[in-house]
């Protein structure tokens, strides 16, 4: 079965520091691989996502991403945060079965800015 | 405006006491989730519909049960809630089953049971 890792719980940093999640998957496929986040008091909402192509992929609000295969690794990446990006961030793989197809989810790495 | 609406936001049962979790979409997609997540862990698939197909997770405990009277409704039953079904539980959508297929999540009910 796939699973996925985010390795860090809490990220605390202030604004203007710049913010990288990591995120592995086991799977050994073909996958899909996306970033949600959940700020406070709403609902899971998608950051971006990686199917094919360039590695490298932007996503809403100064967002990137960065797919290595040779390290299973998806980690997300931000230069510069700022306040309104506290939330949760949830990383996810899919891939496609004969039955379907459904997400796996990372832990969450909560992310506290600081003013 | 909310497209996936979760109905309510917050639900206390007692142990034992059947529940029912509400989940309404406007956006006419094909496929249904439900989706647990305890604190400080991943949200766990837990059954899909596409259209009518109902599809459990293999590891699904029995006493999780869903329906799905129609496109737009979908509900999420649990018979004899216990203890450690104190959860936040998530309804998604998406238009299709594929792989590249965006969710669109609810806000979630949180589930306590006492």
């Known amino acids: 079965a796939q699973s996925v890792s985010q390795h860090n719980h809490h990220v605390i940093l202030s604004e203007a520091a710049s913010l990288e999640l990591g995120c592995n998957y086991s799977?050994?496929?073909?996958?899909?691989l996306f970033w949600y986040v959940q700020y406070p008091g709403q609902h899971l909402q998608l950051l971006l996502k990686y199917f094919s192509g360039d590695p490298l992929v932007k996503g809403i609000k100064g967002f990137e991403a960065e797919f290595i295969k040779s390290k299973f690794s998806f980690n997300l990446r931000k230069p510069s945060v700022q306040w309104s990006d506290t939330a949760e961030y949830f990383c996810?793989?899919?891939?496609?079965?004969?039955?379907?197809?459904?997400?796996?989810f990372g832990g969450g790495t909560r992310v506290l800015v600081k003013p | 405006d909310a497209m996936v609406i979760q109905n309510p936001r917050y639900q206390v049962t007692q142990f034992g006491k059947p529940v029912t979790l509400s989940c309404s979409q406007t956006?006419?997609?094909?496929?249904m989730y439900w989706y647990q997540q305890k604190s400080s862990q991943a949200p766990k698939l837990l059954f899909h519909y596409y259209d009518k197909d109902f599809n459990n997770e293999a590891d699904t405990p029995d006493n999780f049960q869903s329906r799905r009277p129609n496109t737009s409704f979908c509900f999420l039953d649990i018979r004899s809630p216990g203890l450690g079904d104190a959860a936040m539980y998530l309804c998604a959508t998406s238009r299709d089953l594929g792989g590249n297929e965006k969710l669109f999540f609810g806000s979630g009910t949180q589930l306590s049971v006492l």
């Open positions: 799977y050994g496929g073909t996958v899909n």
């Open positions: 996810a793989v899919s891939r496609i079965k004969a039955a379907g197809n459904k997400l796996t």
């Open positions: 956006l006419n997609h094909n496929v």
